[in-house]
């Protein structure tokens, strides 16, 4: 009897991380209104405050140059491109990638100066991988 009660317990164990799986899936979705495979662009540097402009991720690399019209103001980007891998977004203050780029992949990427807080101007972005 022992035995078989010690079974049961240790069976209940084993399906309790399965009510722990949506769980763990919510807390890593952004919380902040990025949609899953997009690229947002945020107000705030480390991708915090409000998200300025998102698009999907296939939307970008579906055309060679993306216009953001209007011209937004960012502080970080998020982009759904694994940090440290071959592709990147770069992000360009003029439109038709005018301009000197920020380049951006992994969760989040600070576009500001070093030691400043000031958004920069987007008006363009592309995908490079490779």
Known sequence: MRTLAASAAFAA???AP???GPVAQAAAAPADGCAKGNVCLYSAKNARGTIVWQAPLSQ???SDITNVK???QA???RTPLPAGGDCSVGLFPGSG???DAKWANGRATNLTDPGSNAPIAVASMYVDCG
Do not use: H, K, N, R
Request: glycine share 22%; hydrophobic share 55%.
């Open 18 to 20: 399965l009510a722990f």
């Open 70 to 72: 209007p011209t937004v």
């Open 13 to 15: 164990l084993l399906g």
């Open 75 to 77: 502080a970080s980007v």
């Open 97 to 99: 990638l005018g301009g």
């Open 60 to 62: 970008i690399q579906g």
